[in-house]
Nanobody, 119 residues
Framework: QVQLVESGGGVAQPGGSLTLSCAAS????????MSWYRQAPGKGRELVAI???????NYIDSVRGRFTISRDDAWTTLTLQMHDLKPEDTAVYYC?????????????WGSGTQVTVSS
């Protein structure tokens, strides 16, 4: 079992920056990959950025070059550094983790943190 808690959300100006953090606890040794998702009002949840156990990262086109995903070596902290924020980045951002124990994979979610980009 893995517990995920997001923090760092808030209000930013267009063109500004925010850094989100996700604290993982429980069976963190089992984590195989971690991701950030977001859900805007009236929209479905979409993948924003992902990194896997062997290091590769990927981003959706709308955030590429502006957002950076990173983690610590123990998979206990996941960070999303966001720059040049745009109003369309406004959403609830969710931390996701995939755990792997004996070839069994489980998916975990945090409760989300609100990001609002507005003048």
């Amino acid at each position: 079992q893995v517990q995920l808690v997001e923090s760092g959300g808030g209000v930013a100006q267009p063109g500004g920056s925010l850094t989100l953090s996700c604290a993982a606890s429980g069976s963190t040794y089992s984590i195989y990959a971690m991701s950030w998702y977001r859900q805007a009002p009236g929209k479905g949840r979409e993948l924003v950025a992902i990194m896997s156990i062997n290091g590769p990262t990927n981003y959706i086109d709308s955030v590429r070059g502006r957002f950076t995903i990173s983690r610590d070596d123990a998979w206990t902290t996941l960070t999303l550094q966001m720059h040049d924020l745009k109003p369309e980045d406004t959403a609830v951002y969710y931390c996701n983790a995939d755990g792997d124990i004996g070839n069994y994979r489980e998916t975990y979610w945090g409760s989300g943190t609100q990001v609002t980009v507005s003048s």
